[in-house]
């Protein structure tokens, strides 16, 4: 005989309509708890990882537009428009995160603060400086990121 936890390492999807299937009748005697517990824990660890990831981005593309502006006009010119459209698309991004997740408002100070660690060597390996030409602190405030009007080449650095 199958048993739930069977289903669950054969095939996720089949056991994620099973479990559905219980639960809209009734049968919580029979859910795989367990295993329950462990997707309800995934799937809110995903949704914070989506965040970071899409700060990661929008950081990297900020700090480029950022050092370029200051340093390496032509690399802004060549590239400014591509990197402004990622800035855009990646803010889209995260405000439909946190529309579909408010609680996940509070962690993006926590969440920039790592995200800009990991945004500096990207940016300054995309650009060919060095990591120590990059603000070692990310120099503006999470409402200045997730602000669709902020551009750091437009005077927006602290």
């Known amino acids: 005989m199958r048993t739930n936890a069977d289903l669950y390492h054969q095939d996720l999807y089949a056991w994620t309509q099973e479990q559905t299937a219980l639960l809209q009748a009734g049968c919580f005697d029979r859910l795989d708890m367990p295993h329950l517990v462990e ?4 799937m809110g660890g995903s949704e914070r990882g989506e965040l970071a990831n899409r700060l990661i ?3 990297t593309h900020l700090l480029k537009l950022y050092v370029a502006a ?3 006009p032509m690399d802004l010119q060549r590239a400014g428009a591509g990197w402004h459209r990622t800035c855009r698309t990646q803010r889209l991004h995260i405000a439909k ?3 579909r997740n408010p609680s996940l408002r509070r962690t993006v100070p926590d969440e920039l603060a790592d995200a800009y660690e990991i945004a500096r060597v990207e940016a300054a ?3 060919a400086i060095e ?3 990059v603000l070692a602190a990310c120099p503006w405030t999470p409402e200045q990121v997730l602000d669709a009007a902020f551009w750091p080449e437009e005077g927006g650095a602290v």
């Not at 997707?39 to 995934?42: G, P, S």
């Open 57 to 59: 981005v929008l950081l």
């Open 70 to 72: 200051q340093h390496l």
């Open 125 to 127: 390996g995309d650009l």
């Open 131 to 133: 990591e120590t030409a």
């Open 39 to 42: 997707e309800l824990q995934l």
């Open 97 to 99: 995160v946190l529309r």
